[in-house]
């Protein structure tokens, strides 16, 4: 690949829970996991199940310089982090960053508590590679190499999220999830100046609208409010994201064809789909 562009690979597009298994075959069942290629810098948003595959993709790679974002600490985005291989090699180097939220403990004290007995047998100390903690305020705007910039902002998510907007070489990626829309109609501002022209913009669309009437308050949006936010924006294409596990195959279906119905182009994402800009 050139130097230039971006690259979006989906490596877990669901929420919740992993839900493999025949229904979900063509879509795909592993949690929140995202690659993002900026010419030579590995960006990954979310260590959901979907990082183990991630991981194993890059184990003949050679050294790997990885800088993993995540959106919070619900498990549906971390579980996979002790299968992340690329943290256990010794030639390797990966920053964790996280948003410090509504909690006062620090990213490696959460991780350390994942993974510690009697929730699982292998310390964070068993990683071998380079790894370092990053926290920061959601708002703060990053650099974690030059001309890389990672801009950040507070989600409306119980127990708070974090969403990212990446900017390399006038190209622009927005990551979205676990938030749910204003529920009076308006914009979130936060979620539009994360989408402002983004080239591609993951965005949460957990439920349907008849769905999200029940689950009102759960932190999550819809793939309407999806593409309203996404139009508002001028986002190139409009990424759904964060699949309730319940939607079956069929299900996604017809949620692709509605959603590519109201604003065309507005793909659902699946596991495996690439995406270069
Ligand atoms: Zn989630
Ligand atoms: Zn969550």
């Known amino acids: 690949m050139a130097d230039d562009g971006i690259l979006v690979r989906i490596w877990g597009a669901r929420g919740s829970v992993p839900c493999p ?14 690659e993002l290629r900026c010419g030579p810098h590995l960006l990954v948003f979310d260590g959901g199940s979907g990082i ?47 948003a410090r939220l509504d909690s006062s403990l620090s990213l490696k004290t959460i991780l350390a508590r994942m993974m510690s007995p009697p929730l699982f047998p292998v310390p964070i100390d068993m990683y071998r590679a380079d790894v370092d903690f990053r926290d920061f305020v ?10 890389l910039v990672v801009e950040t902002r507070p989600l409306d998510h119980p127990g708070g999220a974090c969403g990212y907007r990446v900017t390399w070489q006038g190209r622009s990626f927005a990551y979205v999830t676990d938030t749910e829309h204003p529920r009076d109609g308006s914009l979130d501002p936060n979620v539009q100046a994360l989408m402002a022209g983004a080239d591609v913009a993951i965005y949460d669309a957990t439920f349907t609208d008849d769905e999200y009437e029940v689950y009102r308050g759960w932190g999550h949006s819809t793939w309407r409010a999806g593409v309203r936010a996404a139009d508002a924006a001028g986002v190139g294409t409009l990424l759904l994201f964060h699949h309730d ?12 064809a509605d959603a590519d119905a109201a604003r065309p182009g507005t793909l659902v994402a699946t596991d495996g789909m690439v995406l270069r800009r």
């Open 21 to 34: 298994g025949p229904k979900t075959v063509r879509y795909g069942g592993e949690t929140a996991c995202v």
């Open 52 to 98: 183990r595959e991630l991981g194993r993709s890059l184990e003949n790679a050679g050294p790997v310089e990885a800088d993993v974002f995540l959106t919070h600490f619900h498990l549906d985005h971390i579980l996979g982090l002790p299968f992340f291989k690329p943290a256990y090699g010794p030639d390797n180097r990966v920053h964790l960053h996280a």
């Open 138 to 147: 959601a708002g703060d705007r990053l650099e974690p190499h030059p001309g």
């Open 245 to 256: 596990p319940s939607h079956d195959d069929a299900a996604m279906d017809r949620i692709a």
